[in-house]
């Protein structure tokens, strides 16, 4: 029995920069606002979301921040950005500069093809 073929997962790049409002606060006061603000949305209104966050401005003026996002379907993914738009993360605290979406090698499956990777040794 062949393997059932599962939709590839969305991830989301999301460019992001800070506010003078996110800067003004203390670092606890910014870990606090996504721990009581944001964190509690997005697991209020969604599931199958996971994120890593990584830090640009020593390297960025226009994005200072890049948030990548992984969600099991496109559905997931809409309902989490539905929930970060009714938080104050969404054009409170950051400024939205891009959303890059895609499935990692789509290529590759809609070609029937290996895709391809590197790996440095």
Do not use: C
Request: charged share 20%; hydrophobic share 40%.
């Amino acid at each position: 029995m062949p393997a059932e073929e599962t939709a590839p997962p969305v991830t989301a790049f999301m460019l992001i920069k800070t506010t003078p409002e996110w800067l003004a606060m203390t670092p606890q006061e910014r870990a606090d606002a996504f721990a009581t603000q944001v964190i509690p949305a997005i697991k209020a209104k969604t599931t199958g979301v996971r994120s890593r966050f990584y830090d640009t401005e020593f390297y960025s003026t226009r994005v200072t921040d890049v948030w990548v996002w992984e969600a099991d379907d496109h559905n997931a993914y809409q309902l989490l950005i539905d929930a970060l738009r009714e938080t104050p993360f969404w054009d409170r605290y950051f400024q939205v500069v891009d959303l890059l979406v895609g499935t990692e090698n789509g290529y590759a499956r809609t070609y029937g093809l290996d895709a391809v990777t590197t790996v440095s040794t």
